[in-house]
């Protein structure tokens, strides 16, 4: 799974990482997001001519209209249910070489304790290197066969996450989970069908979206491959779609997120708050670039990414495209990234078109990650995000086109950073996480579908779980329609933290109004939570030594 970072405040406890807090937050206005300066289809771009009266007036209220659709409402006494992450080696290759459920007897312990303190259910990678690691159409389900039964007897529901990407290289990754080893034969044989920086570094997380329709995977295509997988998935968990499995995640990227794989952290390639690098130089990508430049009239435009984007770890004013009044706001600026963002949309519109399809009729939701890339927000090009391939700038919201984009499948965005405070940043990096998903909720508000959350990073503290609660209220705009907690490990289960998140989870069910839990909570969630320490016999005990 993916996270962003980011810094705890030094008022926090001692334990925890202290920063500097950040400026209380400027305005930001935009403009409307309805004049687009080029057709948004890659192939039909047109190259035009901005003046400053093209722009329009600056208004954040025409850029954010304030629409209350029927299906993304929540009032605000509404339940949020709560989910927890399992743990990134849950499914391993057991001695026999079928897919077994690693620890078992500590994750069912873990299971019932999560059941007690009230929570929804649990959420699971399915990862595509595990799965069909054999060989082509070859699947073993075995492992989460299991899992989904150890979760049908405990009473959980289950969020799956269809996993196409490689686990390992990214902040939280404990464990190395690379793509199918079949897959990685036809990367050696054509380095071309993965992610390519600028100075030709290759990044094998994901397949690159460039070969999205070539048959580059042994006679199919990678979209062919992951529907293949995913109808696969559905014939083999038919008796449990849509009652035990609730909600399919379909991954779309690295870290399973709908973007492009622009801070890499592998090999120290890049550090926060780095801006990142464009991921387009593959020659399928590069192709792509060459005919939608001659498409424009401007084949000048297609010769390559930016030549003054920068490097990973500079900062937008060290750049010539992405400073303060750089390329980035050009014609040439404009073309190029409305070109790398639709892109990504096109990407993510053919992946969830055949997950549509495939899961339709089983009563099951379907759900796409959005990254929250909160650092240089308040910069005027963003340039995290735009390197990332969200087409977010001080002029323009790169956030509506996604949700309607998901609203167009009925797809629900699950988004991160619900735990982040603006405060709680450090100055340098013009991080600005809550005006952020203030933004991505007027997308979802006005394209009508669901928003869902998760925390970035683990945090065990009060003001995290206050924080996660606030946005959760539809008081603030869109309520979120669930939350995933990251993640299940032996911290969460040390009194303290249990304490706290118990008190949480029970906030969360009467719609995020605070609660303060007392030490025996027998009428809630049946739990002391002293059990870690002295309770004897316990599953909850025996979870918590195991994990």
């Known amino acids: 799974m993916a996270l962003t970072l980011s810094f705890i405040s030094t008022t926090l406890k001692p334990s925890l990482k202290p920063t500097i807090s950040d400026e209380p937050p400027s305005l930001v206005s935009f403009v409307s997001p309805h004049k687009p300066l080029f057709i948004a289809s890659s192939c039909r771009l047109k190259a035009v ?22 299906q993304a409402a929540h009032n605000g006494s509404a339940r949020v249910p709560v989910y927890v992450m399992l743990p990134l080696d849950t499914i391993y290759k057991g001695n026999d070489g079928k897919g077994a459920v690693n620890r078992a007897r500590a994750l069912n312990a873990s299971m019932m304790a999560l059941r007690s303190a009230g929570v929804e259910g649990i959420m699971a990678d399915v990862w595509w290197g595990l799965v069909e690691r054999d060989g082509p159409m070859k699947y073993d389900w075995e492992g989460y066969a299991e899992l989904v039964r150890m979760a049908e007897r405990n009473g959980l529901k289950m969020q799956m996450v ?41 990044n094998p997380e994901y397949i690159s979206l460039g070969c999205d329709e070539l048959p580059v995977l042994r006679g199919r295509t990678p979209i062919q491959v992951y529907s293949d997988y995913m109808r696969s998935f559905r014939d083999r968990f038919s008796n449990y779609l849509g009652n035990v499995i609730v909600e399919i995640q379909v991954g779309l990227g690295p870290c399973g997120e709908l973007r492009y794989p622009s801070y890499p952290e592998s090999n120290g390639t890049w550090r926060f708050p780095g801006i990142g690098e464009f991921q387009c130089y593959d020659k399928y990508m590069k192709s792509s670039l060459q005919a939608c430049a001659i498409a424009a009239g401007q084949s000048e435009w297609g010769k390559g990414g930016p030549h003054d984007a920068g490097q990973y770890n500079q900062f937008p004013e060290e750049t010539g495209f992405f400073k303060r009044e750089g390329t980035w706001n050009t014609d040439y600026g404009k073309f190029f990234l409305s070109w790398y963002s639709d892109k990504l949309l096109q990407h993510g519109d053919r992946i969830l078109k055949a997950a549509d399809s495939i899961f339709s009729s089983t009563g099951a939701k379907l759900s796409a990650k959005v990254a929250g890339i909160h650092w240089h927000y308040r910069s005027r090009s963003h340039a995290a995000e735009l390197t990332a391939g969200y087409y977010n700038t001080r002029y323009r919201d790169g956030y509506v086109p996604i949700a309607k984009m998901l609203a167009e499948r009925g797809v629900v965005m699950n988004f991160t950073c619900m735990e982040m405070k603006d405060e709680q940043q450090p100055g340098h990096a013009g991080c600005a996480p809550e005006l952020l998903v203030q933004q991505v909720k007027k997308a979802v508000s006005s394209a009508g579908i669901e928003l869902a959350g998760e925390n970035a990073l683990e945090r065990y503290d009060e003001a995290a779980f ?11 705009g869109t309520g979120l329609s669930a939350f995933t907690y990251l993640r299940l490990n032996k911290n969460l289960l040390e009194e303290a933290n249990w304490r706290q998140f118990v008190s949480f989870v029970k906030a969360m069910g009467e719609g995020g109004r605070k609660n303060t839990l007392p030490r025996c909570d027998s009428s809630q969630s049946d739990l002391y939570v002293g059990f870690m320490m002295k309770g004897e016999g316990k599953p909850e005990a025996e979870a918590a030594a195991a994990l």
């Open 49 to 70: 001519r901005a003046s400053a009266n093209d722009l329009g007036p600056v208004s954040a209220e025409r850029l954010h209209p304030a629409i209350k659709p029927a």
């Open 162 to 202: 269809m996993s196409f990407h490689q686990c390992g290289g990214n902040v939280g990754d404990s464990c190395s989970i690379p793509l199918p080893p079949w897959v990685q034969e036809e990367m050696n044989r054509d380095p071309d069908i993965v992610y390519t920086d600028r100075s030709g570094r290759r």
């Open 466 to 476: 206050a924080q996660v609660m606030a946005t959760s209220r539809s008081e603030t």
